[in-house]
């Protein structure tokens, strides 16, 4: 059984800074790629950041120049670095990972609040 448990959300005034952090445990061979994504009520999830095994990184126009994404292979975690943060990125936030663990299947945290207070 494959797990992915996000920590780190909470509350933070405008223009500070939060770390989220994912974890995947269970029995698997490899992690694909790992990410971020967020939903706002009443939309759909949306992507803020990814990358791959090999470090490439990709992310959303909101959030470049402000948010940092980074895994630790070794500890099988990804990370978040949230600076500037504003009220409109205020959402729960999901991390994601593609793992090989017997197929390659696609695994979801269960999300954790992140509020931007004004």
């Known amino acids: 059984q494959v797990q992915l448990v996000e920590s780190g959300g909470g509350l933070v005034q405008a223009g500070g800074t939060l770390r989220l952090s994912c974890v995947a445990s269970g029995t698997f061979s490899s992690i694909l790629a790992m990410g971020w994504y967020r939903q706002f009520p009443g939309k759909q999830r949306e992507l803020v950041a990814v990358?791959?095994?090999?470090?490439?990184?990709n992310y959303a126009d909101s959030v470049k120049g402000r948010f940092t994404i980074s895994r630790d292979n070794a500890k099988n975690t990804v990370y978040l670095e949230m600076n500037s943060l504003k009220p409109e990125d205020t959402a729960v936030y999901y991390c994601?990972?593609?793992?090989?663990?017997?197929?390659?299947?696609?695994?979801w945290g269960q999300g954790t609040q992140v509020t931007v207070s004004s």
């Open positions: 994601y990972a593609e793992i090989v663990a017997g197929y390659r299947g696609q695994y």
């Open positions: 990358i791959t095994s090999g470090g490439s990184t």
